[in-house]
Protein backbone atom coordinates (compact mmCIF):
# COMPACT_ATOMS: atom_id res chain seq x y z
CA UNK A 1 0.00 0.00 0.00
CA UNK A 2 1.38 3.24 -1.33
CA UNK A 3 2.27 5.72 1.82
CA UNK A 4 -0.75 8.61 2.21
CA UNK A 5 1.93 10.62 3.65
CA UNK A 6 6.02 11.10 3.24
CA UNK A 7 8.48 13.03 4.31
CA UNK A 8 12.11 12.63 2.81
CA UNK A 9 14.85 14.01 4.55
CA UNK A 10 13.52 16.99 5.91
CA UNK A 11 15.28 19.63 7.56
CA UNK A 12 13.67 22.93 9.27
CA UNK A 13 15.15 25.91 11.40
CA UNK A 14 13.45 28.06 13.86
CA UNK A 15 15.65 31.55 12.76
CA UNK A 16 18.99 30.07 13.00
CA UNK A 17 18.61 26.69 15.04
CA UNK A 18 18.26 23.45 13.39
CA UNK A 19 14.80 21.87 14.62
CA UNK A 20 15.06 18.74 12.82
CA UNK A 21 17.54 17.68 10.37
CA UNK A 22 16.64 14.93 7.60
CA UNK A 23 13.52 13.26 8.85
CA UNK A 24 11.84 10.62 7.03
CA UNK A 25 8.93 8.97 7.73
CA UNK A 26 5.44 7.32 6.39
CA UNK A 27 1.91 7.19 7.50
CA UNK A 28 -0.44 4.77 5.19
CA UNK A 29 -3.99 4.90 4.81
CA UNK A 30 -5.83 3.68 8.02
CA UNK A 31 -3.15 3.85 10.63
CA UNK A 32 -2.47 5.63 13.95
CA UNK A 33 1.84 6.40 13.99
CA UNK A 34 3.13 8.00 17.11
CA UNK A 35 6.07 10.12 17.17
CA UNK A 36 7.77 10.08 20.47
CA UNK A 37 10.42 11.85 21.92
CA UNK A 38 11.30 14.05 24.66
CA UNK A 39 10.34 17.46 25.22
CA UNK A 40 12.53 19.64 22.67
CA UNK A 41 13.01 16.53 20.65
CA UNK A 42 11.69 18.33 17.31
CA UNK A 43 7.91 16.15 17.44
CA UNK A 44 5.68 19.66 17.41
CA UNK A 45 8.38 21.02 15.00
CA UNK A 46 7.53 17.94 12.40
CA UNK A 47 3.86 18.72 12.44
CA UNK A 48 4.09 22.61 12.23
CA UNK A 49 6.48 21.64 9.12
CA UNK A 50 3.79 19.15 7.49
CA UNK A 51 1.11 21.99 7.77
CA UNK A 52 3.10 25.02 6.49
CA UNK A 53 3.14 26.61 9.95
CA UNK A 54 7.17 26.36 9.75
CA UNK A 55 8.47 25.91 5.98
CA UNK A 56 10.51 23.37 4.91
CA UNK A 57 14.34 24.23 4.46
CA UNK A 58 14.99 21.08 2.04
CA UNK A 59 13.57 17.75 1.52
CA UNK A 60 10.22 16.80 0.70
CA UNK A 61 6.71 16.16 2.21
CA UNK A 62 4.33 14.58 -0.08
CA UNK A 63 0.47 14.04 0.75
CA UNK A 64 -1.35 11.76 -2.04
CA UNK A 65 1.53 11.91 -4.44
CA UNK A 66 1.76 15.65 -4.34
CA UNK A 67 4.48 18.26 -2.75
CA UNK A 68 3.05 19.88 0.28
CA UNK A 69 6.66 22.36 0.74
CA UNK A 70 5.59 25.97 -0.13
CA UNK A 71 1.57 25.78 0.19
CA UNK A 72 -0.09 27.91 2.29
CA UNK A 73 -1.54 26.26 5.66
CA UNK A 74 -5.07 27.09 5.20
CA UNK A 75 -4.30 24.96 1.47
CA UNK A 76 -2.93 21.74 3.03
CA UNK A 77 -5.85 21.89 5.45
CA UNK A 78 -8.19 22.19 2.13
CA UNK A 79 -6.53 19.13 0.97
CA UNK A 80 -7.02 17.06 4.11
CA UNK A 81 -4.09 17.43 6.67
CA UNK A 82 -5.49 19.00 10.41
CA UNK A 83 -3.29 19.52 12.42
CA UNK A 84 -4.57 19.94 16.40
CA UNK A 85 -2.06 21.86 18.35
CA UNK A 86 -0.54 21.36 21.71
CA UNK A 87 -2.35 23.18 24.21
CA UNK A 88 -6.06 22.89 22.43
CA UNK A 89 -5.84 26.85 21.28
CA UNK A 90 -9.35 26.66 21.19
CA UNK A 91 -11.17 29.92 21.17
CA UNK A 92 -11.83 30.37 24.48
CA UNK A 93 -13.96 33.75 24.07
CA UNK A 94 -16.63 32.23 21.82
CA UNK A 95 -18.95 29.04 22.18
CA UNK A 96 -18.29 25.19 21.81
CA UNK A 97 -20.92 25.73 18.50
CA UNK A 98 -18.68 28.98 17.16
CA UNK A 99 -15.67 27.11 17.62
CA UNK A 100 -17.00 23.97 15.48
CA UNK A 101 -18.58 25.96 12.94
CA UNK A 102 -15.02 28.17 12.81
CA UNK A 103 -13.20 24.39 12.48
CA UNK A 104 -15.32 24.47 9.25
CA UNK A 105 -13.66 27.55 7.99
CA UNK A 106 -12.39 25.80 4.55
CA UNK A 107 -15.66 24.07 3.93
CA UNK A 108 -17.58 26.83 4.81
CA UNK A 109 -19.76 26.98 1.34
CA UNK A 110 -20.86 23.34 2.04
CA UNK A 111 -23.37 24.31 4.89
CA UNK A 112 -24.77 20.95 4.90
CA UNK A 113 -21.22 19.53 5.21
CA UNK A 114 -20.50 21.62 8.13
CA UNK A 115 -23.81 20.75 10.02
CA UNK A 116 -23.33 17.19 9.01
CA UNK A 117 -19.50 17.20 10.76
CA UNK A 118 -21.29 19.39 14.10
CA UNK A 119 -23.74 16.45 14.48
CA UNK A 120 -21.18 14.26 14.10
CA UNK A 121 -18.89 15.69 16.67
CA UNK A 122 -22.00 15.93 19.60
CA UNK A 123 -22.85 11.96 18.77
CA UNK A 124 -18.80 11.46 19.44
CA UNK A 125 -19.16 13.66 22.44
CA UNK A 126 -22.32 13.86 23.72
CA UNK A 127 -21.39 16.43 26.37
CA UNK A 128 -20.19 19.08 23.72
CA UNK A 129 -23.77 19.54 22.65
CA UNK A 130 -24.96 19.69 26.15
CA UNK A 131 -22.32 22.40 26.40
CA UNK A 132 -22.71 24.05 22.70
CA UNK A 133 -24.13 27.72 24.18
CA UNK A 134 -21.35 27.62 26.52
CA UNK A 135 -18.45 29.46 25.80
CA UNK A 136 -15.31 27.56 25.49
CA UNK A 137 -13.18 29.22 27.59
CA UNK A 138 -15.27 27.64 31.14
CA UNK A 139 -14.59 23.87 29.96
CA UNK A 140 -12.82 21.72 32.03
CA UNK A 141 -9.41 20.98 30.24
CA UNK A 142 -10.56 17.57 29.05
CA UNK A 143 -14.04 18.89 27.52
CA UNK A 144 -11.33 22.14 25.76
CA UNK A 145 -9.35 18.45 23.99
CA UNK A 146 -12.33 17.38 23.19
CA UNK A 147 -14.10 20.47 21.76
CA UNK A 148 -9.86 20.84 19.76
CA UNK A 149 -10.40 17.15 18.49
CA UNK A 150 -14.04 17.86 17.18
CA UNK A 151 -12.76 21.43 15.00
CA UNK A 152 -10.12 19.65 13.43
CA UNK A 153 -12.80 16.77 12.35
CA UNK A 154 -15.60 19.19 11.27
CA UNK A 155 -13.04 20.24 8.23
CA UNK A 156 -13.37 16.78 6.86
CA UNK A 157 -9.41 15.72 6.75
CA UNK A 158 -8.13 12.68 5.66
CA UNK A 159 -5.44 12.62 8.10
CA UNK A 160 -5.67 14.27 11.43
CA UNK A 161 -2.60 15.47 13.42
CA UNK A 162 -3.32 15.63 16.91
CA UNK A 163 -0.20 17.16 19.37
CA UNK A 164 0.00 15.71 22.94
CA UNK A 165 -3.87 15.20 23.27
CA UNK A 166 -3.79 14.02 27.00
CA UNK A 167 -1.26 17.05 28.01
CA UNK A 168 -2.37 18.47 31.88
CA UNK A 169 -5.62 16.07 31.80
CA UNK A 170 -6.58 13.68 35.22
CA UNK A 171 -5.61 10.01 34.28
CA UNK A 172 -9.84 9.30 34.18
CA UNK A 173 -10.31 11.47 31.47
CA UNK A 174 -7.04 10.44 29.30
CA UNK A 175 -8.31 6.85 29.36
CA UNK A 176 -11.77 9.02 27.61
CA UNK A 177 -9.66 10.87 25.00
CA UNK A 178 -7.64 8.22 23.78
CA UNK A 179 -10.47 5.76 23.26
CA UNK A 180 -12.44 8.31 21.13
CA UNK A 181 -9.09 8.39 19.23
CA UNK A 182 -8.90 4.65 18.52
CA UNK A 183 -12.86 5.08 17.73
CA UNK A 184 -12.13 7.91 15.45
CA UNK A 185 -9.33 5.77 13.82
CA UNK A 186 -11.96 2.66 13.41
CA UNK A 187 -14.15 5.12 11.56
CA UNK A 188 -11.62 5.29 9.19
CA UNK A 189 -9.10 8.12 10.22
CA UNK A 190 -5.67 8.24 9.54
CA UNK A 191 -4.07 10.04 12.97
CA UNK A 192 -0.45 11.20 12.93
CA UNK A 193 -0.22 11.12 17.18
CA UNK A 194 2.37 13.16 19.39
CA UNK A 195 1.97 12.07 22.93
CA UNK A 196 4.10 12.43 25.94
CA UNK A 197 2.33 9.10 27.62
CA UNK A 198 4.45 6.88 25.52
CA UNK A 199 2.87 3.51 26.80
CA UNK A 200 -0.87 4.86 25.60
CA UNK A 201 0.36 6.07 22.62
CA UNK A 202 2.26 2.35 21.51
CA UNK A 203 -1.23 1.10 22.99
CA UNK A 204 -3.16 3.03 20.20
CA UNK A 205 -0.66 2.89 17.33
CA UNK A 206 0.18 0.36 14.75
CA UNK A 207 3.55 1.95 14.17
CA UNK A 208 5.81 4.09 16.06
CA UNK A 209 8.94 6.83 15.19
CA UNK A 210 11.33 7.36 17.68
CA UNK A 211 12.92 11.29 17.39
CA UNK A 212 16.02 12.69 19.11
CA UNK A 213 17.53 15.81 18.74
CA UNK A 214 15.64 16.67 15.60
CA UNK A 215 16.10 12.98 13.88
CA UNK A 216 14.87 9.50 14.06
CA UNK A 217 16.42 7.24 15.51
CA UNK A 218 14.24 4.32 15.34
CA UNK A 219 11.30 2.91 13.84
CA UNK A 220 8.98 -0.28 14.10
CA UNK A 221 5.63 -1.95 14.70
CA UNK A 222 4.00 -0.41 18.39
CA UNK A 223 4.50 -3.73 20.12
CA UNK A 224 8.12 -4.33 19.15
CA UNK A 225 8.64 -0.43 20.30
CA UNK A 226 6.52 -1.25 23.17
CA UNK A 227 9.30 -4.11 24.39
CA UNK A 228 12.00 -2.43 24.00
CA UNK A 229 14.15 -2.12 26.71
CA UNK A 230 16.10 0.91 25.48
CA UNK A 231 12.31 2.42 24.28
CA UNK A 232 10.69 1.58 27.91
CA UNK A 233 13.40 3.21 30.18
CA UNK A 234 14.26 6.73 27.79
CA UNK A 235 10.34 7.09 27.23
CA UNK A 236 7.93 5.09 29.21
CA UNK A 237 9.29 5.97 32.91
CA UNK A 238 10.79 2.51 33.19
Request: include cysteine.
Amino acid sequence: MSALLSLRDVHAFYGKIQAIKGISLEVHPGEIVALLGSNGAGKSTTLKTISGLVPAKSGDIVWEGQSLVGIEPHRIVERGVVHVPEGRRIFAGLTVLENLELGGFTVRKQKQLVRQGIEQAFTLFPRLKERSKQIAGTLSGGEQQMLAICRGLIAQPKLLMLDEPSMGLAPIIVQEIMAIIRQINQQGMTILLIEQNAKAALRLAHRGYVIETGKIIMHDRAEVLRQDDAIIKAYLGA
